[in-house]
Structure formats: C-alpha cells, structure tokens
C-alpha cells in the first residue's frame, strides 16, 4: 500500500533532513489561512514554508463556471499530483509547485519550492486521501459553526475577491452538497479538531472574541501542559473530557474568549516558555486576526499548535 511505503519511508529518512510535515484543513473561509500565518510568522519564514493546496484546481474561475461540479469536488483538482508532491516535500525534497491567484481566479507562473524544517500545508484536501494523510506529522481540521463559516466568506469574498454578498451566498449554497460529501468528512481524520465559536449558553457582549474549542484526540502525544494547566490560568484555558460525535470519549482543551487579555497573555507567555524558548513574550503576530485585530483564544491556539510541532522536531532529534 503507498501510504505505508512513504510511512516506512519518511520513518527511515535522517529526521534532521525531513521536515515536520502540518495539515490544516477546512472548508473555505473557515480560518485556514489566518491560523498558517500566525504559526509560520512565530515559527520564522527562514525555517518554516507554507503551501495551500488549493493551488491544484485543474480549472481557473471562468473554466469552473460551466462544469456541474465546484473547487470543493476531487474531480476539479489534481489530487494525484497534490499526493505526489507531499510525499516529495515530507522525505525533503523540493516540487515545482502550481500557484492559483485567488484574486483574479487565473493560474500564474508555477515556482520551485524547497521544503523547510516545517511544513504547513493548508487548503480544502489535504486530508482527502490514505496517501496524503501519511505524509502529515500532525493533523488539524477546523470546524467552526456553519453560520459563522458563512459570515467569515461573505467578509473575505466581498473585500477581497470582488463578489457581491448575493454571489457569495448563492455560492455557498452550491457548494453545500460537495462540502457534506467531501471536505467535512476529512474531520474524522484529524489529530487536533479546533472550533472557533461563542460558548453555549453564556451571553458575551457583542464583540467580544470567539472561544476556542480544541479537541485533542489520541491519535497522536499531546502535550501535559501540567505546568501551565493550574489554578492561575482556569480563567483563560482549562482541560476537559468530552464525547467526540462517535461516542469516543475525548480531551478537549477549551481557551475561553471571554477571559481578560492580560490573563490570557500571562498564559501565552508560560506556554512559550514551555516551548524552549529564550524567554520574553511571544510574537506579536501571534494571535491576529487581521492588521490591528487580535485574538487572544487564537493565540493561545497557535502556540498549543507549536508545542506540537516542536515536540515532534525534537523527538526526530533524539532519535536520528
């Protein structure tokens, strides 16, 4: 089976050549691209690459307009060259990436990218298939509430893309039956499942940040957190046990949007000193949203996020 050579593959490969291989996956506008940004920021450019597989649309806008399907269905992407290139880029070799400008809905010049000590791979599939999920390191789907997904595209396609609030709501229900089929059931497959949505039942006042639900399932070694888990932090970030939709009980780490700024910034500063840093606070960029917004349940979304990946890098170390 493929998905088992390139396991045996990447497990035998020298672990200070291959990089730490991140998915993040979701359907559109449900936070992808802000969550990369922050992660690749904190973790430096110099050291970590972002890729968005959404860049393998077979099809540029205007093609896509008269085909029965939507970017969300597999038959309008490359997913086999998608899976070729990510076993490439986890065994720390470089691939002649296609770029897609979301702008202008048109394919430009494709570009020559090497992998870096971290690699963050973003986009509708990257999870579609047994191939591409063995490549990954540590996995993530967002799963934000589906009306808040909706309000999240109208804002980004209408101040970035040039459509209409009415384009972007028919759109989205076009998309609806290929999202059931085919991104949402990619959830399953998920290390870390994270829910970016208001707590039930508790009324906050009107713009205040959105919680952070972070499911941590055992598919993986989570950190323990002990230290930073304690009594002074409860307020901002606190550990449960919950259902995941199959019944399986689950660790689910719940960072509390209404908890003031300063307690939450005491956290993300212990949290980045569990990381091995060289001490100070932690990036600004971390935890924003966009220039001038910011997120504090985010941040501290970002940094559990890079406790992962630097716990994956040092075991690679310990064991090459």
Request: glycine share 6%.
């Given at each position: 089976m493929p998905e088992k050579i390139i396991q045996i593959a990447r497990s035998q490969a020298d672990g200070s050549s291959r990089p730490v291989m991140l998915a993040i996956a979701g359907d559109s506008a449900s936070g992808k691209t802000t969550l990369t940004k922050g992660l690749t920021?904190?973790?430096?450019?110099?050291?970590?690459?972002?890729?968005?597989?959404?860049?393998?649309?077979?099809?540029?806008?205007?093609?896509?307009?008269k085909l029965p399907f939507t970017p969300l269905h597999p038959d309008c992407n490359y997913i086999d060259i998608v899976e070729q290139h990510l076993q490439l880029l986890a065994l720390g070799r470089p691939i002649l990436k296609p770029v897609y400008d979301h702008a202008t809905g048109t394919?430009?010049?494709?570009?020559?990218?090497e992998p870096k000590e971290f690699v963050i791979v973003e986009g509708l599939h990257?999870?579609?298939?047994?191939?591409?999920?063995?490549?990954?390191?540590?996995?993530v789907f967002l799963d934000p509430p589906e009306e808040i997904r909706h309000k999240w595209k109208v804002d980004r396609d209408?101040?970035?893309?040039?459509?209409?609030?009415?384009q972007v709501t028919a759109d989205l229900e076009r998309r609806e039956p290929e999202s059931a089929l085919f991104i949402r059931p990619q959830r399953r497959f998920a290390d870390i499942v994270i829910r970016f949505a208001p707590v039930p039942g508790r009324e906050d006042p009107p713009g205040s940040p959105l919680s952070a639900e972070l499911m941590l399932r055992p598919t993986i070694q989570h950190p323990a957190l002990d230290s930073v888990l304690n009594d002074d932090h409860t307020s901002a970030m606190h550990l449960k046990i919950i259902r995941d939709r199959d019944g399986t009980p689950t660790d689910c780490l719940l960072v509390h949007g209404h908890a003031s700024a300063e307690e939450a910034q005491l956290l993300e500063k212990a949290i980045w000193t569990e990381l091995g840093t060289d001490g100070g606070a932690p990036p600004d960029h971390i935890g924003e949203i966009s220039p001038g917004t910011r997120s504090e349940p985010l941040a501290?979304?970002?940094l559990i996020l890079l406790y992962h990946l630097l716990q994956v890098r040092a075991n690679q170390r310990r064991a090459a």
């Open positions: 920021e904190a973790i430096g450019e110099d050291r970590c690459l972002s890729i968005c597989v959404d860049d393998y649309h077979k099809f540029d806008r205007a093609e896509r307009k394919f430009t010049r494709p570009e020559y990218v990257p999870l579609a298939t047994k191939l591409t999920r063995a490549c990954f390191d540590v996995t209408c101040g970035k893309r040039g459509y209409t609030p009415e501290l979304t970002q």
